[in-house]
């Protein structure tokens, strides 16, 4: 057996009843000794301090050179209790490490005795250098980090482990992103661009007085970003999770947004563009150590939704940090709902098509499904709150018999206006959206408006008819998210809205996709009223399923 005895024993007999027990069972030893193990908490214990211990054991000269070389070899004469995580010969010709290297032998050290059932999965241990290592157990086996733990013995003033090879010291999560290279240079370069060196008065020395009677400082100063709020990672006192993107990422995740926004009619905006790199910050860090991603939504430390079906990981590979762990992004997405505030168009774009009535099959028209009716028209009403934008409101008009009980109704897709480089006037074109769910909003000329009917591709979306005459929330776009709500400061009150919300509507399939709206008359809403429908706006809101 390989334990070493404090003394000689006491009695002969016991010793003799364990030598007999031995030959009786010459093939137990590795059993006795995991047995015995597992009774004293895994250690051997040995009457030496940590010093004599590794002075008499050969197979760490190599280590103990390096303590030595170090000046570390003074801390284990202290009266104080240590752990030391020491690695045979064969081990440290393994580890490839650096004559003199301190930084790293201090990782291999620790203040208090870690027994061998200490080493639980997840504890973390503060290391000499100030940098945590992390305590796992695997088939059977205890490693430090990725260094398995051999075996171990208790002595006088301390713990030492064996490991297979020398831990690498992991960084702090701060000074790896910190330090990224170029090809990671737009999301670095967004993170630590708000990094503030502030001066700890509280932590500072007072070293004397200068010559205006002010006081001389042995500063320190410490670093504060406004990300560290909610996801504190350069604290060794807590871990987080990071999902990180590199350039290509980044720039795949613009293009994407380019071209949807190129079929919605659109361009990219720079407060687009800085809106999408805030998303992905506060994206990117998360409580704890992520190893589960089979659940579909996992919320970051900012309540942002990272959609395991939508993006995407590479789950196996990943860096270990003193404070948490790191993967790599492969591909990113900013959700519907994030970077669309809503998507609008006024009806009276019609009267910019090239002609009035093509084919029924021609997506440029409105569909006027009119019995006995004129032709819908355009109509100009009510002056706007914003004069010098938008002088008058303007609306698509349809007009029905009221001496009839003929229903009409009007369809129409989505328009987006442009304006001509050939001609120099306006034109318009079929708008293409994300699909996923919305909620649909619209705006008449309420004074004395019928009922209404709304359907969205084909369905119908109220129960009962719409009484499109209330002022509120169906007059125009004066209500809900009103310019002043955007722009509290500028922002004009019951303006630019985006109007009554009429439900929840979806768009169906992948990508980008067009749909339709029909008006359709209800009913009169009060005796003398006219049968006229007067349709000014509609608007699409993403909804937080809309990702």
Same mark, same amino acid.
């Given at each position: =057996?390989?334990?070493?005895?404090? !003394? ?158 020398? =831990? ?56 504060? *970003? ?6 504190? $990672? &350069? ?7 990071? $999902?990180?993107?590199?350039? !290509? ?50 919320? !970051? ?27 790599? =992004? ?14 609008? !168009? ?57 001496? &009839? ?50 359907? $969205? ?22 209500? &809900? ?8 400061? *500028? ?41 006229? =429908? ?14």
């Amino acid at each position: =057996m390989r334990k070493i005895f404090k !003394s000689m024993m006491n009695s002969t007999l016991p010793a003799l009843g364990l030598a007999l027990l031995l030959m009786m069972f010459p093939g137990c030893d590795d059993s006795w000794n995991k047995y015995y193990h597992q009774q004293t908490g895994g250690e051997e214990e040995i009457d030496q301090t940590i010093s004599e211990f590794l002075a008499s054991q050969t197979e760490y000269s190599d280590y103990l050179s390096q303590l030595k070389a170090t000046g570390l070899d003074e801390l284990l004469e202290r009266d104080q209790q240590v752990t030391v995580w020491v690695v045979s010969n064969a081990g440290m010709a393994a580890s490839e490490v650096q004559a003199g290297d301190t930084l790293r032998m201090k990782y291999h050290m620790n203040y208090l005795p870690f027994i061998r059932s200490d080493l639980k999965s997840g504890k973390r241990i503060r290391s000499l250098n100030g940098i945590y290592f992390q305590i796992a157990e695997r088939n059977d086996s205890v490693f430090a980090n990725s260094s398995r733990v051999i075996r171990s013995f208790r002595l006088k003033n301390g713990v030492v482990h064996e490991i297979d090879r020398l =831990m690498k010291s992991r960084v702090n999560m701060y000074d790896y992103l910190r330090g990224l290279g170029d090809d990671y240079s737009i999301i670095r370069d967004s993170i630590f661009r708000y990094d503030k060196r502030v001066f700890d008065r509280a932590n500072s020395i007072p070293i004397g007085v200068d010559k205006t009677g002010n006081t001389i400082y042995d500063s320190v100063f410490y670093v504060h *970003n406004p990300i560290f709020e909610k996801a504190q $990672f &350069n604290s060794e006192f807590s871990q987080f999770t990071c $999902f990180l993107p590199d350039n !290509s990422v980044i720039e795949e995740c613009f293009a994407g947004m380019h071209t949807q926004y190129g079929k919605m009619g659109k361009t990219v905006t720079l407060q687009d563009s800085l809106l999408a790199i805030q998303w992905i910050k506060e994206a990117m860090f998360y409580h704890g150590i992520l190893t589960d991603f089979s659940v579909k939504d996992i919320k !970051s430390v900012y309540n942002r939704t990272w959609r395991t079906t939508v993006q995407e990981l590479a789950t196996s590979d990943f860096e270990e940090m003193s404070n948490g762990r790191v993967y790599k =992004m492969k591909k990113v997405k900013i959700p519907n709902n994030v970077i669309i505030t809503r998507i609008k !168009s006024l009806v009276h774009y019609w009267e910019y098509q090239d002609k009035l009535y093509p084919d029924p099959e021609d997506l440029y028209v409105f569909k006027g499904l009119i019995a006995g009716t004129n032709n819908p028209t355009i109509f100009v009403g009510d002056a706007t709150p914003v004069t010098s934008v938008l002088p008058n409101y303007v609306l698509l008009q349809l007009t029905g018999d009221v001496d &009839n009980n003929d229903e009409f109704s009007v369809e129409f897709p989505p328009l987006e206006r442009y304006l001509s480089e050939e001609t120099g006037k306006y034109k318009v074109r079929v708008m293409e959206v994300p699909t996923g769910e919305y909620n649909l909003y619209m705006g008449f000329r309420a004074s004395a408006h019928p009922f209404v009917n709304i359907y $969205f591709n084909g369905q119908k979306i109220n129960l009962n008819p719409i009484q499109a005459s209330l002022s509120t929330p169906w007059n125009y776009d004066r209500v &809900n998210e009103t310019s002043k709500d955007r722009d509290p400061v *500028n922002g004009v009150t019951r303006w630019d809205g985006l109007g009554g919300l009429v439900g929840t509507v979806v768009i169906d399939g992948d990508g980008m996709a067009s749909f339709r709206i029909k008006v359709e008359f209800a009913k009169l809403n009060d005796a003398g009223a006219q049968k006229k =429908m007067q349709v000014y706006h509609w608007t699409l809101k993403p909804t937080e399923n809309n990702y």
